[in-house]
């Protein structure tokens, strides 16, 4: 943006203007409201797998369950209704806010009860009420913290909620294994922990009943009725029934998945699968997989008529406006292979980890969580500077290529074995919510796989989010960015079930070679998208906002 000739004129600076009492007190509460999203992530994600592999699961079924966190791909469904309709007392927000950790306290509280091993389908489908709400209380969230923060206040507000929302993944997906260690941690049982994050949980809604201002309620839109306006009657009505109608597509694809597609393949494939080399409890991880494959592609054009003829009009009108788009499929498809490769690899990391390296519970906590979260935060700090002076499509392409190469460090992680590189000693310590008995061993190749795989991670998301955030401020609309980062969540939920049962089937090598192949279309589509990815660059600085 150019300078006005007043930003050229040398003069006194001007005092840096002091943060008042109600600056401070929103910035405290969007810190502990990134707090409280962060806390559930790894409980329907690493911390569950870590769980279930200390129960026996077998990894093919462990990757089934990573489709418990399928509400966060589809959270826009739902999320117009949060935001058209306040629950009463607590005001805007506030109340989405302590419903949504109410009941996640309790259905943490009832995961903890379930046990795995003997009721899968009851765990799961808790699970799955868990990552619901969880997602329910990120749309919440999200909006509140929006609304509070004024413009000058967001940069910092948005650093904090950041900075709450990763230490809270750090307890529940890294302290949590260290507290689970036999004989390092104190050795916590899973229930116990899960219970006490439901504790946690009901503390964030007594905070946020208590500590949250109110917000005052939205202006009443002018001017003429837009048949598609969100805010009219009408419209909500057709939401709210769109809603229902997708949610009762999903339960009925669900039954006739469980009920016809589940025996047809069992009948189609169990000749052909009986006389190969695969275990009985292998075969019908394959057999599962085919069936929930067929499920989807009866489920989602099942949802898509339900919504037309519910007339889901924020659903619709935002898949029509998107897809009318120049290069909209192929933004969409970069979209999800971008980070697919990774999200290959990584869906299954804390089984490989555990049950096939034979890492501790302590060392995995201590290394791919604890200090893995922090290489994350700092890979994404350090590529947002090398964005400057790389741009947007030369860092997709670089960082594409490290998260590429760091998927072979896993490979040669499961090929090489432990000990092939000198590790250090992390002493013993004891900060009084968790504690190491003894100075534990830290794997030299554990640690510089975990490395470098965090490191261009957080690369990759920096220049991956760049590019979200250029394709919604230059031609989507809000809603559509809320289908772009579903979009973009996809690898990480759909591909679990597909790596548990090929990981059980080839073995950890050749699944990491699979892994590393499957980043590789990403990149091939990139180098075609150039011209693009820079005319969005171009149309960034061309519309950048001037001062008043």
Sequence with gaps: MPATPDQLTPGPAAPAPRMSRGAWHRLLVVAVLGFASGLPL?????????????????????????????????????????????????????????????????????????????????FALVAVAVAFLSASQDVASDAYRTDLLPARERGLGSSLNVMGYRMAMILSGGVALIWTDMAQGGGRTWPEVYRLMALLMAGAAVL?????????????PSGAADPADAHQPGSARND????????????????????????????????????????????????????????????LPLAGWAARKAR???????????????GAVAFLAFIILYKLGDAFAGSLMTPFLLKSMAYTSAEVGLVNKVMGLWLTILGALAGGALMLRLGLWRSLMVFGVLQLLSNLGFWWLATAGKGVLPGLIIPAFDLGFVQLAQPTPVDGGLLMVIAFENLSGGMGTAAFLALLMSLTSQRFTATQFALLSAFASVGRVWVGPLAGVL???????????????????????LWRLRPSVEALVRDDTQNLPTDD
């Design 42 to 122: 790894a409980l329907t994600g690493q911390a569950m797998q870590a769980w279930l592999s200390v129960e026996g699961l077998d990894v093919a079924a462990i990757g089934f369950l990573s489709l418990v966190g399928l509400p966060y791909t589809f959270k826009f469904l739902w999320a117009p209704l949060m935001d058209r309709f306040d629950l009463p007392l607590l005001g805007r927000r506030r109340g989405w806010l302590v419903l949504t950790q109410l009941l996640l306290a309790g259905a943490l509280v009832v995961l903890s009860a379930t046990p795995p091993r003997e009721s899968l389908q009851v």
């Design 208 to 220: 946020s009943a208590v500590l949250l201002p109110r917000l005052p309620a939205p202006a009443a």
């Design 240 to 299: 709210v029934l769109g809603f229902l109608a997708v949610s009762g597509a999903a339960v009925a694809g669900y039954l006739i998945t469980d009920l016809l597609f589940g025996p047809l393949a069992h009948r189609l494939l169990n000749p052909v699968l009986a006389g190969s080399s695969l275990t009985p409890a292998l075969q019908q991880r394959w057999i599962d997989l085919v069936a929930l494959l067929a499920g989807l592609a009866f489920t």
């Design 312 to 326: 889901f009009n924020t659903l619709l009108n935002g898949l029509q406006n998107y897809f009318s788009q120049p």
């Design 503 to 525: 990981a059980a089937s080839i073995g950890w090598p050749s699944f990491f070679i699979v892994s590393t192949v499957l980043a590789a279309p990403a990149l091939v589509m």
